[in-house]
Nanobody, 123 residues
Framework: QVQLVESGGGLVQAGGSLRVSCTAS???????MGWFRQAPGKEREFVAS????????YYADSVKGRFTISKNNAKNTMYLQMNSLIPEDTAVYYC?????????????????WGQGTQVTVSS
């Protein structure tokens, strides 16, 4: 059984930076990991994904150039560094893991989810 726990959310002013983390427990060897977010009244949307070894990443157009996904397998932890934040980035951020290959952008393809962490960007 895989468990994912996010941390690091909070309140930040527009233009600021924030890093959220996701620590995994259980067997995640070979898993693709991803970040999704859900704003109030909106559907959950893909943010970024990363391969098991960290060599491949993929980003949503809305965050490309501002967000960076990374991971440290020795610590079983994935990160999302968010820079140049804008109010539209306000959402609950979820980490997810999938046992199949491929940097999928579909939430339905991910097997495991964390509980989410709130990120609020004030204008």
């Amino acid at each position: 059984q895989v468990q994912l726990v996010e941390s690091g959310g909070g309140l930040v002013q527009a233009g600021g930076s924030l890093r959220v983390s996701c620590t995994a427990s259980g067997r995640t060897f070979g898993y693709v990991m991803g970040w999704f977010r859900q704003a109030p009244g909106k559907e959950r949307e893909f943010v970024a994904s990363i391969s098991w070894n960290g060599a491949s990443t993929y980003y949503a157009d809305s965050v490309k150039g501002r967000f960076t996904i990374s991971k440290n397998n020795a610590k079983n932890t994935m990160y999302l560094q968010m820079n140049s934040l804008i109010p539209e980035d306000t959402a609950v951020y979820y980490c997810a893991a999938r046992s199949s290959v491929g940097l999928s952008t579909s939430s339905a393809s991910y097997n495991y989810w964390g509980q989410g962490t709130q990120v609020t960007v004030s204008s």
